[in-house]
């Protein structure tokens, strides 16, 4: 008996659980909604405003979201001539729903950053039928290149191979590489990994000391780099695929009291550009730090610019610049425009 | 006749599980590479000595997994049960932790208070992750996997939420000694703080009522009741001391890095905690245990660890050979396959006295 009524306890709680996560997403995209319709009401006499639905991932996700977030926020405003409406999941589904919502609410532009590859095609026709130019930003789906405009994404594979151009640039004598990737298989592992591999097999001065994925986590790249530096192998680079775990493998180094930075024996690689990370360079600490670029919005509004010029677009798929700081180099001004 | 009294007295020990793990361990090291157990003497950047080498690195890590171990060992002889949201509560607590030492600026040039009272917030904040598990298992009733597995899925949530999901960076030199060393001692402060940790337990263990306790309601929970204890406050109580632990392990893991990482912060540190626990000869299903045994056991663990990272065995590879050590050891401690051996044992015995 007891249990029966716990089973119904759970069950209850877990069903509530779904009607209130139910209730957040409706109350989120009837507030999108709402916010769209208000302004569209105030604005209605103007009319040269170009609307645009933007759907985006949760700016909660990682630093690289939150910048993401905020500089769309500030480039699609009134000033600019825009009236944006934003819609935030993590979860496909909502996403889609909010899409049809914009649909209805007559958008003139889609801006879409998937959470998931696949399930967009029929929706996307939809905003086709309806005459709603779609533009996918930071992610790529699963769909008929014709369904949209553009895609606007960056390419790890370059990321890498400009970090390790940069590396080869050092002309050491030889490349001794603690090698920290990130989780296996995800795209910015595949692309910062697949720049050094290459090089390692290709150049006689170039080893890998350790290779070892410590899945974006700081913790283990430190435990990793520990057992090298217990080990007694020597090394001289530390190529860590993201800025967390080129932290872990500092504070490895400081154990061990092995100077990096600068002109100092071991040169230590990150990639994502956080600002911390840039002020570690700024103070020379560390000495490279790749750009994985979050801000598509002024790529997007070039873009909108043409085809209201009724220009075509070449290419469809647009690879942004992206940097790579090196610490002798590197500004405050910088650490200020580009740390996220 | 004698000596095979003290070698099967020994075998039953249930502290020769570990033992004989970390013997095992130590063979294969010296076979393989006897460089192993070297360590040397150096200095770290601020110039102080500090002594490294395998072996040191086994003490640094170990320790904070054998602080959880003493919890669980507590948590699974009362409830017979384990908590499998100590790595979540660690985040909720390195995070309350940060979020006390930054105040309202992640990045803080100076402390916005003393560490000692951030660490009494963890504290709270992980004592009450422990009491929230720990009413849901003792009054609710609810097997304790099930009920530790809401904060398992919420609790790193709930960490990012604390900080509103900024990256709090300390640039303290003080704060770093918890995590590594103290200026002028070479040996790794987490070993230390865990030393600690063993003596507050021994004592309690000792003076208090406490193992007698949770034994008993391990054991028997209605008789123990019949006899006039509280089953669902101890096993409450026991749930909220290794909250506590869990705190003491979150400024060991927040102060390595300075930082927090809400999403991978002790990711799966709860498996080799538990694993702690079986390897010290524990019972899972709760009753009799040894807290000797379960933080020796946490010491092999991070000895199996090291010794794989030095095998240079690809780390996401690394928890299926821990799986392996779970395998041998659940099936050697399954009653049919004990009572196999023990019948084994038998029919070799009468041999051996005739050969005698």
Known sequence: MKRKVLALLTASMMVFGLVACGGDTTADSGNAGAQ???????????????????????????????????????????????????????????????????????VDYLLLSAADTAGWDSVLQDAQDAGIRV?????????????????????????????????????????????????????????????????????????????????????????????????????????????????????????????????????????????????????????????????????????????????????????????????????????????? | ???????????????????????????????????????????????????????????????????????????????????????????????????????????????????????????LAAMLCGAFNGVLVAYFKIQPMIATLILFTAGRSIAAWINNNELPVINDVGFTYFGGFIPGIPIPTPFFIAVICMIIIALVLKFTTLGLYTQSVGINESSSRLNGLNPAFIKFLTFVILGVCVAVAALIKVSRISSINYSVIAKDIEMDAILAVALGGNSLSGGKFNMAASILGAYVIQFLTTTLYKLNVQSDALSAYKAVVVIILVVLSAPSVREKLSSLGKKLKPQSKEVA
């Open chain 1, 36 to 106: 769209a319709d208000a302004q569209a009401g105030a604005d209605g006499g103007s009319g040269d405003l170009i609307k645009v639905g933007i759907i985006n991932n949760d700016p909660n996700e990682s630093g690289y979201r939150t910048a993401n977030d905020k500089d769309m926020k500030e480039m699609f405003t009134e000033e600019n001539g825009y009236e944006a409406s934003f819609a935030y999941s993590l979860k496909n589904d909502e996403q889609i729903t909010a899409a049809q919502k914009f649909i209805q609410d007559g």
């Open chain 1, 135 to 340: 533009i996918l930003f930071d992610r790529t789906i699963d769909a008929d290149e014709s369904l949209y405009e553009a895609s606007i994404v960056s390419d790890m594979s370059k990321e890498g191979q400009t970090a390790v151009d940069w590396l080869a640039s050092q002309g050491l004598d030889e490349y001794n590489v603690i090698h920290i990737q990130g989780v296996m298989g995800s795209a910015a592992q595949k692309g910062r990994s697949g720049a050094l591999d290459e090089k390692v097999a290709a150049e006689s001065n170039w080893n890998i000391v350790t290779q070892q994925t410590a899945e974006w986590n700081a913790e283990k790249a430190q435990q990793i780099v520990q057992s090298v530096i217990d080990s007694g192998t020597s090394f001289n680079v530390i190529y860590a695929e993201n800025d967390d775990m080129a932290k872990g493998a500092v504070a490895a180094l400081d154990k061990a009291n092995i100077s990096h930075g600068v002109g100092k024996d071991v040169i230590v690689m990150g990639f994502d550009c956080n600002k911390w990370a840039l002020e570690e360079l700024l103070a020379g600490n560390w000495n490279y730090d790749g750009q994985c670029n979050p801000f598509q919005a002024s790529y997007i509004d070039e873009i909108i610019k043409k085809i209201e010029n009724g220009e075509t677009i070449s290419e469809k798929t647009i690879i942004m610049d992206e940097k790579g700081f090196d610490a002798s180099t590197i500004t405050q001004e910088d650490v200020d425009t580009y740390g996220i």
């Open chain 2, 1 to 123: 006749m004698k000596k095979e009294n003290v070698f099967s007295r020994l075998i039953h020990n249930q502290i020769f599980i570990p033992i004989a793990a970390l013997l095992i361990l130590t063979l294969f090291n010296l076979i393989a590479d006897p460089s192993f157990f070297k360590i040397s003497m150096g200095y770290n950047s601020t110039g102080d000595p500090v002594l490294s080498g395998y072996l040191i690195t086994i003490l640094d890590y170990g320790s904070e997994l054998a602080i959880l171990a003493i919890g669980m060992t507590l948590v699974t002889a009362a409830s017979g049960g384990q908590d499998i949201s100590v790595g979540a509560t660690i985040a909720v607590a390195g995070s309350a932790m940060l979020r006390v030492l930054c105040g309202t600026n992640s990045r803080p040039d100076e402390l916005q208070a003393p560490i000692i009272v951030a660490f009494l917030v963890g504290c």
